[in-house]
């Protein structure tokens, strides 16, 4: 029996501790940089199974080391914050918690992405890991990462010395629970997820009574003006070849129906692939946003201040395809598929970026293949909830078990083994 076989065959004897632990998180999950209870989780797991544990790190992040002979360093990674979404899955564990947002605004909160199945299958890793030091060599990294979701976490852990502090891996590994069939692996060498800018543009004109127009300069026309212009980027200013999306998703101004107000704001996220193509794209929108403020008469420019950004997530082809064999291997071809270009956003890049080190992010289904394919044959599949909707609800099995599986042959196809 090979090291992988042997080490995930404790599976079983964790699976039901795993489930109340994923459970339990899904029940009680908290916004980014709140992540207290779910990183003391995390923490008390690795603690338990021998690793060296450091909490705190970027606020809320936990590192556990595990050192076990010569051999590489593997850092597996785990993303812990939940979104400020209200949970519509009717499921026996769904979240009734709320909370207060980095703004000060009352929310309901959501594990919508999936962050406490990342966490459950980072624990079940760590775990079988750590209970057969006999059949590896090397050092174990684990990872759990807050503020995914605002951009802000990676950096903040690598700014809180995380390499400085724990050494440099020699390989960055992490995955992503998608609304793919259950117990499938996805994977892509090279660009793989879109980098993401998100920002607000304030816009300035005069107030004035509805009843005279001509006293005021609308911010409101403006806003509207802009927010139509700007869907031309895409269609007129950049190459169809190259994929960009550019979403206005929010648009603010005014509190009377009778009142022409002195500003407007607009929020909006641009997601791209190529850096080149990204920084064309903001410069556009710069552009325009000064130039419809100076047609409209605005007595000010412009104020654009960000939110968050997410850089392009690439993964090395070399350290994909030592790693895609391993998945391959393990899983089987029928299981395991190369994908395209995905359309969201992550900041595990940040790591392998700051480590100087390759990095690979895979993903793995969580949906019932049957209802898939239902959906598929109704015709129904933009329908079916995905991350971020408040009816994303994974299945816990075998979706949980493919995540275990996945990072222990991840790390194990890098490990030496005995």
Partial sequence: ????????????????????????????????????????????????????????????GVVGLLENGVGPT????????????????????????????????PVPIMHACGHDLHVTCLCGAAALLARNRDRWAGRLMMVFQPAEEIGSGAKGMIGDGLFTRFGRPDVVLGQHV?????????????????????????????????????????PIVMAASLVMRLQTIVAREVAPSDQ?????????????????????????????????????????????????????GALREPEFRPLNSFPILANDPEATGKTVAALTRHFG??????????????????????????????????????????????????????????????LIEPTLSTGVHALVAGALSWLRTR
């Fill in 244 to 296: 960009v999306v550019v979403t206005v998703g929010s648009l603010h101004a005014g509190t009377k129906e009778n009142i022409i107000p002195d500003q407007a704001s607009i929020k909006l996220n641009i997601r791209s692939f190529a850096s080149s193509v990204r920084q064309r794209v903001l410069d556009a929108v710069r552009r325009m946003a000064v130039a419809e403020a100076a047609a409209s």
């Fill in 333 to 394: 071809e029928e299981r395991v598929s190369e994908i395209g270009l995905v359309n969201a956003s992550e900041d595990f890049g940040e790591f392998a970026s700051a480590a100087g080190a390759p990095s690979v992010f895979w993903y793995i289904g969580g949906l019932s293949p049957e209802f898939l394919r239902k959906a598929a044959e109704e015709n129904r599949l933009a329908e079916v909830p995905s991350n971020h909707s408040p009816l994303f609800a994974p």
């Fill in 74 to 105: 593997v850092m597996l990674r785990a993303d812990m914050d939940a979104l400020p979404v209200r949970e519509q899955t009717g499921l026996p564990y769904a979240s009734v918690a709320s909370g207060v947002d980095g703004d000060g605004e």
């Fill in 1 to 60: 029996m090979d090291a992988l076989t042997e080490i995930v065959a404790g599976l079983d004897a964790l699976r039901s501790e795993l489930t109340a632990l994923y459970q339990d998180l899904h029940r009680n999950p908290e916004l980014s940089l709140q992540e207290a209870r779910t990183a003391s989780k995390a923490a008390a797991q690795l603690r338990n199974e021998g690793y060296a544990v450091t909490s705190g790190i970027g606020k809320t």
């Fill in 178 to 218: 998608t609304p793919a069939a259950a117990g499938e692996v996805s994977w892509r060498s090279g660009v793989t997820m879109s980098a993401a800018d998100s920002f607000e543009i304030k816009l300035f004109g005069r107030g004035s009574h509805g009843s005279r127009p001509q006293s005021s300069i609308d």
